[in-house]
């Protein structure tokens, strides 16, 4: 009955649903924008919407983040610069797409992949959120650090060339992140008596220099070339490619909905553990990852729009924030008089129904929005390299000086696009830089925290991990996925199993 009253709520109110829908065509162009977050278009509303009810404040915000979500992939796949961090493993395999003529299949493809991954992850909400909630909430502070390590060894996924490069590049990811104060002791790190170092460097900085101002730079060395000509006769999928790839979407769903519902983690992190599952369980992709496999935009998109649904669960059944939006959403209700988490559930059952409505809603209106102009947004692709750069930079800039309003950023941004370039050009690749710029801070926090929790002893510290049953399968994975990318493990699977098909 409560559910019936929270959804009756919303779709008798035409102003509600109008709200949902411009919160979702605004998150797409401002997801598509680098270094206009969805986090700090949200942040900026709760100031417009003090003075607001309850209803059509969640319902704006709501709509921002599912199409802010998905808005991060139009740039990356046009430009090769992701929007958001969520949208780095897109740019994989979509620019190359987009090189090739196909940036309408591509954005049509992300689209509808986009709406299942959120589809499933707010059927998540809806059925299972206590369920999902409980397993969160069983993860230890070595479970987070693990995973952030089984995150920083997707590097041997993410590079196309040498391991040894791919560990390399997400080693100094890692240190990046590191720069600044510690949090925990207010001692400099990396700083070399810098003051401007203190504060740490911006990741979106770091983002944007290294996937924006590169690939500017790339493309003068091709400043006479003609662009290549898109084909946008067929920009909404076909059945058949929907059906094939099915399977595929519903399992990187689930580990969106899965990392989504862990606290501080986000669809940034769920994009590429789907990532690196996509290129473990399919076998030959035609053509490979990483020159535009249709299945390395399934997966990213599906998990990262899945995530949302996840990042609600914690929020809604315990008052723990998935990731940064539902934090500031939990401000907002907070404001509005409203106390997120089990006596929520409890005492405004149809508060929970009526926020399960805004995310659907808001999903159909992505499917609609990101359907359309896609012809439009092609067209970015075929301008003339020497209007596209002046672009990509003029983009690049203002996403960087927009993140915090400083012109230091930018000077960082540029900085990281020189050293970008010399990266592509000697065959470093960029994602495992920026995944471990992410995850520096997961897995320093709770290295420590765990470490403190086992008063400094590494043998409880293992101990802990071999009695906890979750633990142990972390670590057993850590330690599977490392070895299955030494090259010792290659030469030997290839001659237990010479006559098997190598999945790639």
Known sequence: MEALSGLIVLFAQ???????????????????IPGLSVTMAVSILISFTFSWDVLPAIALMIGIYMGGVYGGSRTAIL????????????ALDGYPMAKRGEAGVAIGVTTVMSFIGGFVGIAVLALAAPLVSDFALSFQPRDYMLLAILGILLVGSLSQG????????????????LVGRDPLTFAERFTFDFQILEGGISFIAVMIGMFGVSEALIQMHHVDKRAMRQKIDR???????????????????????????????GGDIAALMAYDHAKR????????????????????????????????????????????????MIG??????????????????????????????ANVFMLIFGLTGIRLFARIV?????????????????????????????YWMLGFGVLGYFMRHYGY????????????????????????????????????????????ALFASVILIFVSQTPLWTRAKARLFPNAQRNP
């Open 429 to 472: 690749p960029l994602g495992p830089v920026i995944l471990g710029v992410i995850l520096s801070r997961l897995l320093d926090d709770n290295w420590r925290r765990a470490i403190i929790s086992e008063r400094g002893d590494l043998g409880l510290f293992f101990a802990g991990i071999l009695s906890s049953p979750l633990s142990l």
């Open 281 to 328: 369980v399919t076998r030959n992709p035609e053509p490979p990852f990483g020159e535009g496999a249709m299945e390395g935009l399934v997966a990213p998109e599906t998990a990262n729009n899945a995530a949302v649904g996840g990042a609600f669960i914690p929020m809604m059944t315990l008052g723990i924030p998935g990731d940064a939006v539902t934090a500031i």
């Open 332 to 361: 907002a209700l907070f404001i509005h008089g409203l106390n997120p988490g089990p006596m929520l559930m409890i005492d405004k059952p149809d508060m929970f129904w009526f926020i399960v409505g805004c995310l659907v809603a």
């Open 382 to 410: 075929e301008m003339p390299r020497s209007v596209l750069i002046p672009l990509i930079l003029l983009l690049s800039i203002v996403g960087a000086h927009a993140v915090n309003n400083s012109i230091a950023d930018v």
């Open 14 to 32: 035409p102003q509600l649903l109008l709200l949902v829908g411009l919160g979702t065509f605004a998150g797409i162009y401002i997801g598509a």
């Open 162 to 177: 040498s391991l040894t490069k791919g560990i390399f590049a997400g080693a100094l990811g890692i240190a990046i992140g």
């Open 79 to 90: 430009l090769n610069i992701p929007g958001a961090p969520s949208a780095i493993a897109t």
């Open 235 to 265: 920009v909404v999928p076909s059945l058949a490619t929907v059906r094939k790839h099915l399977p595929l979407s519903l399992q990187t769903s689930t580990i969106g909905v899965i990392v989504g519902a862990l606290p501080g983690t």
